[in-house]
Structures are given as structure tokens and as C-alpha cells.
């Protein structure tokens, strides 16, 4: 990339070629001062020529032929229609159009060295945007731990982090709107591609005094006639429970319907029906108590999803990985 300078006149550049750069041969092969540069390496020889005062001085330092040096202030000076240097009895000194340009190629050239070293730092890294859906009860179990290990392990990744209920995530990946995200799926057979990072138990979740609550356990038989708190069709658990209660029978008597388990949560907090969810680890708050529905045990996977319409590219792939080598902590737990 070469300076822009003042009163540059086009016209023929026989030495273009003099390019000094890494994979040119004999004479124009780098010298081990100017290695993998990403500016024309003639505005190094430049910044030596100034500091050394003399141009068989530089050519020294730079272990390059005197000639080479010449050539390359030559072809500057014919690029910025502007003598750079003058000589003297003692070697030469910058012009002054020589003297105004010479802190402006020095902050170049150190921008220039501070780039390839990112460039080497982060070869082979992975880089660029992952957009990570995540269940309100993931949150707290992923958000944080996942955010440290991409700073720490991948900073040349930015995460984007999402937070919705499964049925709006699954529409994101279908759109393309993220790359991956941790959902719900109400069965093995609903996995689909998806990488199963936990099974968990469906849950009747309502008041501690209410009567069916006592035992740590409740048939699916239980369930009928009891006032629950269901979300609307055609939501996928609400089609689960349609389907088991013909499959066994059952009147399921549905007192509220609500579409997020923070809305269930409430209602059954407040005394206006029985939810049925899963339930995150560790006690539920007062006043509300769980009791894990069985015959059959209702077991839902939860699921990392990627989505059909975003590329995978390397980060997204090791954020994938990370979310799995969490989620196998948390199961080690």
C-alpha cells in the first residue's frame, strides 16, 4: 500500500517491480529487518536512509546493496514528484517535503508491523460472529460460562447471546436469525440433527398445600380433572398432553392457558391452577412445590439446534463445541 503523497505525478514506474517482498527472488528477497511487511518496503528503506543520515549506512543495516537503496529512494521520489533527501559532504538529509513525510511513514510502518503480528497471532484462530439462542432456564447455567470461555479461548469471536422460549427460538434457526440454540424437544423422536445435552422430567408444579403435590411423584392417570395451566395450541407440549390423555384416556380440564413458563409459574404461584414444565435444578421457591410425573415418565431432551440456513464457519463450530463440553460438566455435576 503506498503513501499517498502531495504533487504525485503519473507517469511509467520501470522499477514496480522492486517490490522487496517476502516471495521475490535474489536481490529483491526481504532482508531480515522487513520481514512480511504490508506496506511498500521501499518507505522502510526510507525511514532507514533518514535515520542513518548516509545511504551505504542504511544499505549496511539493511544488508542490501547500495545500489538497491538508491533504486528504491529513486523510485519514491519519481512516485511523489518530490526530492526526499539532499545530499551533504557528510551523507544526506531529508528534504523538507522529506522531513514532513517522515512521521507519517514512521506511525505507518509501526501500524503496519502491529498488523502483521495480529495477523500471525491469530492465524489458524477462529474469528468472526456466533448468535447463540438460549432458554430462560439455560441462562443462567450457560450465558455466563460461555461468554468466559470465548473471551478467554477465542477472542477474536463475538458472541451474541439470545434468550427466548424454545417454540421462538426453533422459528430464529428456521429463519436463519441465529446459529445455534439450546431448545426443547418434547421427544427422542423430535431430535432431529440436534446434539441432546440433557433429558428432563416433566413436572406438576403448583402450591405446596394443594393435596396432589404431597408425594414427590404423580401418575399421569392423576392429572384428570385437576385445573391446569397449559399453553395454547399448537404449541408442542400442549400437543404432547392432547395426545396423551387420548392415548390413555384422560380429561385434562384446562383452567388457564399460558405460553411461557414464567406466565404458568405465576398463575400456579397464585393459586389459579396446576402447571405441568420442567424443572430447573434445585428447589423451587415457596410457594410453590413439584412433583415429577410418572406412568409413564414424561422425559423431554434439551437439545442444541443448529440452524439449516447459516453457514458453519469455524467459530460458530467452536462455540458449538463449548456449549457441548459445558453442558457435560453441568451432567458431571
Avoid at 498488523?115 to 484462530?125: H, N, P
Avoid at 431432551?301 to 460458530?316: N, Y
Amino acid at each position: 500500500m503506498p503513501l499517498p503523497c502531495r504533487h504525485a505525478r503519473p507517469q511509467p514506474d520501470p522499477d514496480r517491480s522492486i517490490l522487496l517482498s517476502a516471495d521475490a527472488p535474489s536481490e529483491r528477497a526481504p532482508h531480515p529487518a522487513v520481514p512480511g511487511s504490508v506496506i511498500d518496503d521501499r518507505w522502510r528503506i526510507f525511514l532507514r536512509v533518514a535515520d542513518a543520515g548516509s545511504l551505504s549506512k542504511a544499505a549496511a543495516v539493511l544488508a542490501l546493496p547500495q545500489s538497491m537503496v538508491s533504486r528504491a529512494i529513486a523510485h519514491l521520489e519519481r512516485q511523489c514528484g518530490e526530492r526526499l533527501f539532499v545530499r551533504t559532504g557528510r551523507g544526506v538529509v531529508p528534504t523538507e517535503f522529506g522531513a514532513h513525510l517522515l512521521p507519517r511513514v514512521a506511525r505507518l510502518a509501526a501500524e503496519a508491523d502491529t498488523l502483521v503480528e495480529d495477523i500471525r497471532a491469530a492465524r489458524g484462530q477462529p474469528m468472526g460472529d456466533a448468535l447463540v439462542g438460549l432458554l430462560p432456564s439455560a441462562v443462567p447455567r450457560f450465558a455466563g460460562p460461555l461468554a468466559a470461555l470465548v473471551r478467554d479461548r477465542m477472542p477474536g469471536v463475538r458472541l451474541h447471546l439470545v434468550e427466548a422460549a424454545s417454540a421462538q427460538l426453533e422459528e430464529h434457526l428456521r429463519e436463519g436469525r441465529l446459529d445455534m440454540a439450546v431448545v426443547l424437544r418434547e421427544d427422542a423422536a423430535a431430535v432431529g440433527d440436534g446434539r441432546v445435552l440433557a433429558q428432563v422430567s416433566l413436572y406438576l408444579i403448583g402450591r405446596e398445600e394443594v393435596p396432589a403435590l404431597q408425594a414427590p411423584t404423580i401418575a399421569l392417570r392423576r392429572l384428570s380433572g385437576l385445573p391446569l395451566v397449559l399453553p395454547a395450541r399448537p404449541h408442542l407440549l400442549r400437543a404432547r398432553l392432547d395426545h396423551l390423555a387420548a392415548e390413555h384416556g384422560l380429561q385434562l380440564e384446562v383452567a388457564v392457558e399460558a405460553d411461557s413458563v414464567q406466565l404458568q409459574y405465576a398463575v400456579a404461584a397464585a393459586g389459579g391452577g396446576l402447571a405441568i414444565a420442567s424443572v430447573a435444578a434445585g428447589p423451587l421457591q415457596a410457594p410453590l412445590r413439584a412433583a415429577r410425573i410418572v406412568e409413564p415418565e414424561l422425559d423431554r431432551c434439551v437439545v442444541l439446534a443448529e440452524s439449516p440456513r447459516r453457514p458453519h464457519t469455524r467459530a460458530t463450530r467452536e462455540v458449538h463445541r463449548l456449549l457441548c463440553e459445558l453442558a457435560g460438566r453441568l451432567q458431571g455435576r
